[in-house]
């Protein structure tokens, strides 16, 4: 059974009930969603978050996709950003933000990018490709040892990822209609100083990979962050749980200056 998913408009929900059940679906309610529809080959759901998730026969998946692709027309120019690495104790902080035009919107959109924790690492690298090849990608990778001094420095993490989003901001030249932060913290100075390098409409937002070019931001950082761990002689665990917390402490034990090249010194400062 194939799958495809996608960030659906939900105002338009009753608008898609409508062109669904004149083709014939029926539905049923949905946990979490608003209904889902199911029609020969295919089954598709609404959630409550906007993913609109096809099940079935890849070709009755791609027929109800055309009739998606008509609630995706309305679209504007979008600079995404997001990060990845955050809160894990190896590996870099990497920040990413992706400009898409407003003609690219729907094809990104239509691509069925799902959250980038989940994908798999061939869909990883497929859309990865696409994304590089439709929009414009800035990115900034602070391997550990720069991410320890930047946090030696300021001491705080939301002050890092402030002065990065600033950084990556500024690259993008011209006019964009929406730019757009997966929101890190709900400080209105932080607000105002992103809003004032932003070429367009500033947009600090939870749960914002509902937009196309921020779902996109995140899974280019997730590909960047993974691809530093493949490129390490160590065998280092992803996260903050106990494997990491036991590895660090073992390293921090036989070789702190070492250790600095691979994790993030701030975390387990009282282990």
């Known amino acids: 059974m194939a799958s495809h998913s996608l960030n659906f408009p939900v105002e338009k929900a009753d608008l898609l009930r409508q062109e669904l059940d004149g083709d014939g679906f029926s539905f049923r309610p949905l946990q979490y969603g608003y209904w889902q529809a199911v029609g020969k080959g ?21 027929e109800v996709l ?15 950003c997001d990060e ?3 809160g894990d104790v ?22 069925g990018i799902s959250e980038s924790k989940k994908a798999t690492p061939n869909q ?15 990115e900034l990778i602070w391997e550990p040892e720069a991410y320890n001094d930047l ?8 002050t890092i990822l402030t002065l ?30 992103l809003s004032k390098v932003s070429p367009g409409k500033f947009i600090l937002e939870t749960h914002a990979e509902r937009y196309p070019a921020v779902g996109a931001a995140s899974l280019v950082a997730r590909k960047l962050f993974l691809e530093w761990f493949e490129r390490q002689d160590k065998d280092l665990p992803k996260g903050c749980g106990q494997a990491a917390k036991d590895l660090f402490l073992q390293m921090r034990a036989s070789d702190a200056k070492g250790l600095r090249r691979y994790a993030k010194m701030h975390f387990f400062s009282e282990g």
């Not at 190896?90 to 959109?109: H, I, R």
């Not at 990883?124 to 800035?138: F, N």
């Not at 946090?151 to 939301?158: A, D, G, P």
Request: proline share 1%.
């Open 164 to 193: 990065g989003y600033e950084e990556l901001i500024r690259r993008f030249d011209g006019k964009w209609d929406e730019v757009v932060v997966d929101a890190y913290t709900q400080d209105e100075k932080t607000r105002e100083m």
């Open 84 to 86: 990845c690495g955050k």
């Open 42 to 62: 295919v089954s598709v759901s609404l959630y409550h978050s906007g993913r609109l998730v096809l099940q079935g026969e890849d070709g009755a998946i791609h």
């Open 124 to 138: 990883l690298g497929e859309w990865y490709q696409r994304i590089r090849s439709l929009c414009e990608v800035e």
């Open 90 to 111: 190896f590996g870099p902080l990497v920040m990413v933000a992706v400009g898409v035009s407003a003609e690219n919107v729907v094809k990104l959109q239509m691509m």
């Open 66 to 80: 055309e009739s998606v692709k008509v609630f995706l027309t309305e679209a504007s120019s979008q600079i995404g």
């Open 151 to 158: 946090y030696e420095r300021y001491r705080n993490l939301n």
